[in-house]
């Protein structure tokens, strides 16, 4: 379980503070599927960067089974995100100079996961271990970085408009995907995006608006990807 | 496409500062060296005549210009004065400060003396019971390792002093006076003649003695080894500078290209002209630029310091440095065109392909099939692996320049070691065998009765003739009386000292053996007051100069050389002082001692700029590698610490590899510094009057390994920094 509270987070804006995150609090449980909305600059980026242990908060506290991370130092941090994380992009980041396999050996080398085959497969990616990232297509590199995350096996997969560079199509390729290997490997998803269609797949919706968490709407049941309206 | 990275205008600069101020300094100081030397109007050879002959004549017939060496030695309680007219037209005298004396009153003194007593323009000095006003300054060409009294005593710069004066000063002075005769060539003869001139002149009867500048071990071979030792060390250190330098500078340029390309690729793709887009790497000089005015400025702070250091052992004319246009250009100018056009031509060699090529900066997907035919083969391969792997795969200069680290450390620092293992060499061999304290030579020779327990010699001059047909004319054959003497002749090929009563030869020294070509067995002919006493050489003996034979005073005597015992000279246990009515000499092994570690300073010096160009362009060279890496891989570093790895296991992954290519770089240079080092002292060895030993040393070799592991160590310890600073927010950007 991930609970969150009074999260403040806040950048210097010139001479004045800009909150980021203005006492953010949200819970999510085991195996969810969470979908950030929000409109540019609501602080959806921020929201997650701090909850995964990438971002420092500057007060509040974020409970991952009762393991406090927000005041661990960047080297605990670090081990934590090791264990626990994985994140998918936007702009994907594969080593441009590492080929499709070598890619997902980064993720599964963290936790000595020697089964990358099936990830391979799961994602469809078969085939194509040797190619560089450059020969794929845009959700083809998704995949490889979908792989990539859940090569290392972990409890929380934080997506960062993981589709927000493709198209219909192949969106609902990539969260079919997602939901797929979700149900076998049970892990939580927080994913962020534009697309408010994809609301409609996630067990709890968050909408955010100025840095604050404006609505929370629980999901009982979601729909499945092929079902999706765009 | 500004050139933003801050790390690479502070590279150009400092690598142009570099190449300046190193070219600069290696021409001003052995080029401005010949020119002063030149401009005193330097002497060839030095004559003495027999008492009948006629130099007016002698100069027509072997067409040199010559000038009358005349001097007085003076001694009083502490010091001794070399008195001069100052009349001089050849070996000119160059005034540092004030003119040339004037009144009966003044004298001008040498440069050293007066720094080491701090005499000044108008300072009194005495000189017996007069005393004069100093009204200059100067220096001497035919000085520069001087001896002031003709007694073998080790130059001292504090108490012995070259005078110049007028000529009622010079005659007022009653000392016995010694005249020989400096010569120059004319400036018609060519070289070869003048040596031709030099072998028959060697031959004249009416030539008492004839000592060529090269040859005078005393006072113009020590400038001679210096400036080609200068030149050599300087040169091939000059050259790898360059050599890397030049890499350093293009690699940069190339990877700030790489880095730009998908900028330049956009701006290409908007409808901007090759020429528009290129030409903004022009700039690129204008560091150079900077650089290089930085580096002369620096040269000409730092080459008078360094040549003091050098010249503490010599009387050598201040070097003066002035600006040099055409210098200026060359080294400075030139530079920053070239690379300006290198960065400009190579920019416009990248704008050759298409925009969308290059914005998607397709250089670094060449990797080559070699990699996925392996990556196939063995596909369990760590991630970590792989990532070192593709690195330097594309980027192969990466791996050339991390094993220059290694080389130019090991190089620089072997051949400093191997030159102050040299000057060890030189100085303990100079030493070996010198057990007396004082050697002293008598004005009158004596008889063995008188002899006390010490070591009694007796030298003589003569002319030697060689089994090759050269022939030496001022050399001096020395019979030595006692095998357990004080001064030992030492054996560098059978490991022992030479007992000379064994002898039943001659024993020439190592420096002979090389220059005239001898081996044990041949016959030297030896030349005493027309007489010729063929000898064989039986033994070779290991001191790296001098003009003496030795021979056993029984085998002397048999031999008709001496008629009887007697000796002229003595190597004491005693500390004698010197007394100008009893003695010709007294020389000291202080004295020895002294001046050999003041030649030992100079090597010293030599290596430490060796240390210092090694160290500085290895940490500059990995500092690159390291940068370069991590600016072209830091948004793919921040996402493996996103996904956890520790910064630890990120250097480690990326840099690590470095190390194993940099300790071949190092294994290379041990080679490359060996045969370095033999063909420098082996160039060396041939032209000085110093016979060189040289062996490769292990011990330099750990030294330098142990100082390369350390400053290794500590480099990637600071841009193990510069990876931790890698912050993931990078990865949070788009
Ligand atoms: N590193 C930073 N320094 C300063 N201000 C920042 C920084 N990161 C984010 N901000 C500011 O914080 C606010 C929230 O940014 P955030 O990236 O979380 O928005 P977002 O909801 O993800 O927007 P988008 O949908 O456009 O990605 C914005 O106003 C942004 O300008
Ligand atoms: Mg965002």
């Known amino acids: 379980m991930l609970k969150v509270e009074n999260l403040i987070k806040s950048y210097q804006d010139g001479n004045e503070l800009l909150y980021a995150l203005n006492s953010v609090s949200l819970t999510v449980e085991h195996g969810e599927f969470v979908v950030i909305l929000g ?174 968490i404006v609505e929370v709407t629980n999901n009982a049941h979601p729909c499945d990807v092929s079902e999706l309206t765009w | 496409m500004k050139l933003n990275k801050h790390y690479f205008l502070i590279l150009v600069v400092v690598c142009a500062m570099f190449i300046c101020s190193l070219l600069v300094f290696y021409l001003q100081n052995t080029s401005a060296l010949k020119k002063v030397l030149a401009e005193q109007n330097q002497q060839d050879f030095t004559l003495t005549l027999q008492d009948e002959a006629d130099i007016t004549e002698l100069s027509k017939k072997y067409s040199f210009m010559y000038d009358l060496l005349a001097y007085k030695v003076i001694y009083d309680d502490k010091n001794i004065f070399r008195l001069m007219k100052d009349t001089r037209s050849i070996d000119i005298p ?72 007028d000529e009622a ?95 330049m690729g956009i701006l290409k793709a908007l409808g901007y002209t090759t020429t528009q887009i290129a030409k903004k790497y022009l700039i690129i000089g204008v560091f150079v630029l900077v650089g290089g005015v930085i580096g002369y400025g620096m040269s000409s702070i730092i080459s008078p310091l360094f040549i003091n250091r050098i010249n503490a052992a010599f009387l050598v004319p201040d070097i003066p440095q002035n600006f040099n246009g055409l210098q200026f250009i060359l080294f400075i100018i030139m530079p920053a065109l070239c690379f300006s056009i290198l960065a400009f031509g190579l920019a416009v060699f990248t704008l050759r392909k298409p925009p969308l090529e290059m914005i998607y900066k397709t250089e670094t997907i060449k990797v080559n099939i070699f990699v996925k035919k392996r990556q196939k083969r063995r596909k369990t391969k760590p991630f970590r692996k792989t990532v070192f792997r593709s690195i330097i795969t594309n980027n192969i200069l990466l ?54 327990a010490d070591t009694p010699y007796f030298v003589r001059d003569c002319k030697m003739e060689f089994p090759n047909g050269e022939v030496l004319n001022n050399g001096q054959f020395m019979a030595l009386y006692n095998s357990m003497s004080l001064f030992k002749l030492y054996s560098i090929q059978k490991q022992h000292n030479i007992d000379i009563s064994q002898q039943k030869g001659i024993v020439v020294n190592d ?68 007394d100008n009515k009893q003695h010709v000499f007294v020389s000291k092994f202080e004295d020895i001692v002294k001046s050999s570690s003041q030649q030992k300073g100079t090597y010293i010096a030599l290596s430490f700029l060796f240390i210092i160009i090694g160290l500085a362009l290895s940490i500059l060279t990995i500092g690159i590698v390291v940068k370069v890496i991590i600016t ?74 142990i100082i390369f592991a350390i400053s290794y160590e500590l480099i990637m310890l600071l841009y193990k920094k510069s990876i931790n600073a890698v912050s993931l927010q990078e990865v949070m950007m788009k």
């Open chain 2, 399 to 452: 791996v050339f320049l991390a094993m220059l680290t290694g080389f130019m450390v090991s190089a620089n620092l072997q051949i400093a070691f191997s030159l102050q293992a040299m000057a060890d060499k030189v100085s303990s061999i100079t030493l070996k065998g010198i057990e007396y304290e004082s050697n002293v030579r008598y004005q009158e020779a004596k008889e063995m009765e008188s002899l006390n």
């Open chain 2, 169 to 263: 000063m010079y005659s007022i002075w009653e000392e016995l006076e010694k005249v020989s005769y400096s010569g120059r060539f004319m400036e018609e003869l060519s070289e070869e003649q003048q040596q031709n001139a030099l072998a028959e002149m060697r031959l004249n009867p009416n030539i008492k003695s004839i000592v060529s500048k090269e040859e005078n071990p005393h006072i113009l071979a020590a400038l001679n080894t210096k400036e080609k030792m200068f030149k050599i060390c300087l040169l091939s250190a000059v050259c790898i500078l360059v050599f890397t330098v030049i890499i350093l500078l293009t690699t940069t340029i190339i990877q700030n290209i790489n880095e730009t390309k998908s900028d």
């Open chain 2, 511 to 578: 420096w002979m053996r090389k220059k005239y070509d001898l081996a044990i067995g041949d016959t030297i002919k030896i030349y005493i007051n027309n007489d010729i006493y063929p000898l064989p050489i039986t033994a070779i003996e290991q001191s790296v100069y001098g003009e003496t034979v030795y021979g056993d005073g029984a085998m002397a005597i048999q031999a008709g050389i001496l008629d009887r015992a007697v000796y002229n000279g003595v190597f004491t246990a005693d500390n004698v002082e010197f």
């Open chain 2, 94 to 165: 160059m005034y540092s400060e004030g003119a040339a004396p004037k009144t009966i009153n003044e004298i001008a003194i040498d440069k050293n003396f007066s720094q080491d007593n701090q005499l000044t323009l108008g300072s009194a000095l005495t000189i017996g019971n007069r005393t004069y006003v100093i009204s200059g300054i100067f220096t001497l060409p035919d000085a520069i390792m001087p001896m002031v009294a003709d007694n073998g005593l080790a130059y001292q710069a504090k108490t012995q002093a070259f005078i110049l004066c």
């Open chain 1, 39 to 212: 409109p540019s600059g609501s602080g959806k980026s921020t929201f997650l960067n701090v909850i995964s242990g990438l971002e420092s908060p500057d007060s509040g506290s974020i409970l991952y089974d009762d393991y406090e991370i927000g005041k661990l130092q960047q080297k605990e941090l670090t081990l934590f995100r090791r264990d626990k994380t994985a994140f998918i992009f936007q702009a994907y980041y594969l080593l441009p100079f590492l080929n499709v396999e070598a890619n997902i050996k980064m993720g599964a080398d963290l936790k000595g996961n020697q089964h990358i085959r099936e990830i391979i497969d799961g994602v469809g990616l078969g085939g194509l271990e040797q190619r560089l990232p450059h020969e794929l297509s845009g959700g083809q590199q998704q995949r490889a970085s979908i792989a990539r995350a859940l090569a290392k096996k972990p409890d929380f997969l934080f997506c960062d408009e993981p589709t927000g560079a493709l198209d219909e199509e192949t969106s609902k390729q990539i969260l079919t995907y997602l939901k797929k290997l979700q149900k076998q490997l049970k892990f939580t998803i927080i994913m962020v995006t534009h697309n408010s269609s994809i609301a409609q797949i996630a067990t709890k919706v968050i909408k955010m608006s100025s840095g604050r």
């Open chain 2, 632 to 705: 072209a891989n830091r948004k793919y570093l921040a996402l493996m610490k996103a996904f956890g790895y520790t910064n630890s296991e990120c250097n480690r992954i990326v840099l690590s590899g470095f190390r194993i290519i940099a300790y071949i770089g190092f294994v290379i240079g041990t080679f490359y510094a060996i045969a370095l080092s033999h063909f420098l002292f082996g160039t060396l060895a041939k032209s000085s009057t110093i016979a060189i030993p040289m062996t490769p040393d292990s011990k330099a070799i750990m030294l330098s390994l």
